[in-house]
């Protein structure tokens, strides 16, 4: 069973920095393209970023060009995303999702924004 | 980038047959997915690549493409199925875009 636990999340000030995880188990990580997805309270899904496999192709909404950054580490089953500059209209839920024909999402963290 | 318009609101009898549409303003190279959100949970996967169902998907929900309108549809409405769902494609490789979202309610 696919299983994407998120951490890292919680509140911080406008210009704060904050990293979040995600721990996969249940299927070859290494093996996946990986993303973060967010969504602002009462609002829809919002792509993010996206990892290749190795780690070797990154891609970013244009909203967190320069600001945010996504990693992985394959030999700890991991995924991140580097938040810095961080805005008040970063603040929402962030998921991990596996994508394999179709996205498998974790439960989310969330992340806000405020002074 | 392109963007997914989706209806709002789609209201229906339990029983009923929901349809929500998925429109592009350009055809996408890739595929649409849909997934089924309730409140406080992450999305589920309920259709891929335009109208495949996964496995544990229940057979009323069903996907189709007609140009650059993509359509799910939910026959026999039950009340479990009220959710927010969502369409996603590719916008160019490594790149993604969702569609605005529907709130499904079942009267």
């Known amino acids: 069973e696919v299983q994407l636990v998120e951490s890292g999340g919680g509140l911080v000030q406008p210009g704060g920095s904050l990293r979040l995880s995600c721990v996969a188990s249940?299927?070859?990580?290494?093996?996946?393209?990986m993303s973060w997805v967010r969504q602002a309270p009462g609002k829809g899904l919002e792509w993010v970023a996206s990892?290749?496999?190795?780690?070797?192709?990154?891609y970013y909404v244009d909203s967190v060009k320069g600001r945010f950054t996504i990693s992985r580490d394959n030999a700890k089953n991991s995924l991140y995303l580097q938040m810095n500059s961080l805005r008040a209209e970063d603040t929402a839920v962030y998921y991990c999702?596996?994508?394999?024909?179709?996205?498998?999402w974790g439960q989310g963290t969330r992340v806000t924004v405020s002074s | 980038s392109y963007e997914l318009t989706q209806p709002p609101s789609v209201s229906v009898s339990p029983g009923q047959t929901a349809r929500i549409t998925c429109s592009a303003d350009?055809?996408?190279?890739?595929?649409v997915y849909w997934y089924q959100q309730k409140p406080g949970q992450a999305p589920v996967l309920v259709i891929y690549?335009?109208?495949e169902r996964p496995s544990g998907i229940p057979e009323r929900f069903s996907g189709s493409r007609s140009g650059t309108t993509f359509t799910l549809t939910i026959s026999g409405v039950q009340a479990e199925d009220e959710a927010d769902y969502y369409c996603?494609?590719?916008?160019?490789?490594?790149?993604?875009?969702f569609g605005t979202g529907t709130k499904v309610t079942v009267l």
């Open positions: 999702a596996r994508d394999s024909s179709g996205w498998s």
């Open positions: 249940g299927f070859t990580f290494s093996r996946y393209w």
């Open positions: 990892i290749k496999q190795d780690g070797s192709e990154k």
């Open positions: 350009a055809l996408p190279k890739q595929y």
């Open positions: 690549k335009d109208s």
């Open positions: 996603q494609s590719a916008d160019r490789s490594g790149t993604y875009v």
